[in-house]
Nanobody, 124 residues
Framework: QAQLVESGGGLVQAGGALTLSCAAS????????MGWFRQAPGKERELVSGITRSGGSIYYADSVKGRFTISRDNAKNTMSLQMNSLLAEDTAVYSCAATSGVVVQTIPGRYEYWGQGTQVTVSS
């Protein structure tokens, strides 16, 4: 059974850094576009960053450009999100997801596979 599992969330002070990891199992996701979504209380789920299967095309939400870096290792079936200069407004549950599409999708419904999410809390 295909599974995505996130790790690396936690509590950090504003200005700090965290690295989220997404480990895939059950099947290879090397041919899938993958992304990191987040959902804060009372807000809609939004795409933070997405990466194509080769890593040749990367998307960042405007709110995280210059602060977050997405990467993937197809050989290890993993994806990461390096988050620097964290802000209180980055507080959310972060989930990794994968889609069979060939381009990065911003709509959550386009992703077939989801992890359970990991909480990131940034204190101001």
């Amino acid at each position: 059974q295909a599974q995505l599992v996130e790790s690396g969330g936690g509590l950090v002070q504003a200005g700090g850094a965290l690295t989220l990891s997404c480990a895939a199992s059950g099947r290879t996701f090397s041919t899938n576009v993958m992304g990191w979504f987040r959902q804060a209380p009372g807000k809609e789920r939004e795409l933070v960053s997405g990466i194509t299967r080769s890593g040749g095309s990367i998307y960042y939400a405007d709110s995280v450009k210059g602060r977050f870096t997405i990467s993937r290792d197809n050989a290890k079936n993993t994806m990461s999100l390096q988050m620097n200069s964290l802000l209180a407004e980055d507080t959310a549950v972060y989930s990794c997801a994968a889609t069979s599409g060939v381009v990065v999708q911003t709509i959550p419904g386009r992703y077939e596979y989801w992890g359970q999410g990991t909480q990131v809390t940034v204190s101001s």
